[in-house]
C-alpha cells in the first residue's frame, strides 16, 4: 500500500509541474502575442522623436567660414554682428539667437580655415530670410574668409 501511496504522491507533483509548466507557457505566449502591438507602439514613438528632432533643428543654420577669436569669445553677439553686414540685412524684429557655437574642438579645426559654426535662431522666420538673401548674393566675405551655409 505505501508503494502506491508513494506512487501516487510522485504522479501528483509530476502533474503540478506539468500544470505549472503549461502556466509558464501560457504566460510567454500571451507576452509573444502582444509583440506586434508593441511593435507598432515602438515605431509610432520612433516617428514621433524623429519628427520632433526635425521641427527642433529647424531654425539650426550651419556656417563655414566665420572667423574664431578664441573659446572665450562670445559667438552668439559676434554673429548676431556679422550676418546682416556683407549684404545689408535686416531683420525685424531684432536678430535673436538661441544659442550659437563652433563644432569640434578647437584643436580639429579644418587646415586653412576655422571650424563650422551652429546657430540656433529664436525665430524660424529669420533662419529662412537669411538663407534666401545668402543665396541670392555673391558668397559672404569677411576678414578674407568666404562664409556659405551649409543647410
Known sequence: ????????VAETKSIHTNINDFRRFTAVKDCLNTIPARDQE???LWEKLTDWEDQNRRDNVCFFGF??????A???GSLKGLLPYPVGLTFTPALELQRAHHLGPAHQATPG?????IACFLHHEQAEHLLAVVQTHDPYVYEGQKICNGR
Open 1 to 8: 500500500m505505501d508503494t502506491k501511496i508513494s506512487d501516487l
Open 67 to 72: 572667423p574664431e577669436h578664441g573659446e572665450e
Open 42 to 44: 515602438m515605431l509610432y
Open 113 to 117: 580655415g576655422p571650424r563650422p559654426l
Open 74 to 76: 562670445d559667438v552668439k
